[in-house]
């Protein structure tokens, strides 16, 4: 049962351009949303999060977008840059654990 | 400011076999998180300890278990090692137990043969 789904197993993107990645889910008892950036042989780096009861949060080149109704949330990275590019996974808090999609390549090209 | 560091990073073990893997979180915070993420699959849940008790435990045999200790330090204990437990274990530490933050290790690379 996958409660959160990550439809795009990858991306590409050239330097400069907006990166757009996108996570789906389905429990509606989510209460925040997370975005994790992975390099090869590293943990996840902590990007971004939202709470459930806001629509937009911001940090810089990274923004998040949630649509409750929708059940759908994205990552916009903006301008993207070759030092971007790595595995992005999108998760989900309930309660004592964290619930992940199975992740998105981003390859930004120079 | 150390980040959460675990150990080993690898560990190659033979079926049957036991491991304990270690975790020590951020300083200041109190809870830590166990996952296992296999090859094109996100991190799944494994277990997570705050304030030395457990709080919760995903869909995993009892063959896994965990513990906190008082300095918040955390070891993940997997017995009777199977092939498809080669995985990359990971901890998480946060400062509550909610998860609105939770700051990953570098994992430990665990290899079954």
């Known amino acids: 049962d996958q409660q959160v789904k990550q439809n795009s197993p990858s991306l590409s993107v050239q330097e400069g351009r907006i990166s757009i990645l996108n996570c789906d889910y389905t429990n509606s008892m989510f209460d925040y949303f997370l975005w994790y950036k992975k390099y090869p042989a590293e943990g996840p780096t902590f990007l971004i999060s939202?709470?459930?009861?806001?629509d937009k949060n911001e940090d810089g080149r990274f923004t998040v977008f949630l649509n409750k109704s929708a059940k759908h949330l994205s990552l916009h990275i903006v301008p993207s840059q070759p030092g971007d590019s790595a595995v992005y996974f999108c998760?989900?808090?309930?309660?004592?654990?964290?619930?992940f999609g199975a992740g998105t390549i981003l390859r930004v090209k120079s | 400011d150390a980040g959460v560091t675990q150990s080993p990073t690898h560990l190659i073990k033979t079926r049957g076999q036991h491991v304990t893997l270690r975790c020590s979180p951020i300083s200041g915070h109190k809870s830590v998180s166990w996952y296992q993420q296999v090859l094109g699959q996100g991190p799944q849940f494994i277990f997570q300890?705050?304030?030395?008790?457990?709080?919760g435990r995903g869909n995993f045999p009892d063959r896994f278990s965990a513990r906190q200790f008082p300095n918040y330090s955390s070891e993940l204990n997997v017995n009777a090692l199977l092939l498809g437990d080669s995985a990359l274990y990971l901890c998480?530490?946060?400062?509550?137990?909610?998860?609105?933050?939770?700051?990953f290790g570098q994992g430990t690379r665990l290899t079954v043969v």
């Open positions: 939202i709470s459930s009861i806001k």
């Open positions: 998480a530490s946060s400062s509550t137990a909610l998860n609105t933050e939770a700051f």
């Open positions: 998760a989900a808090s309930y309660g004592n654990k964290l619930v």
């Open positions: 300890y705050y304030e030395k008790e457990e709080r």
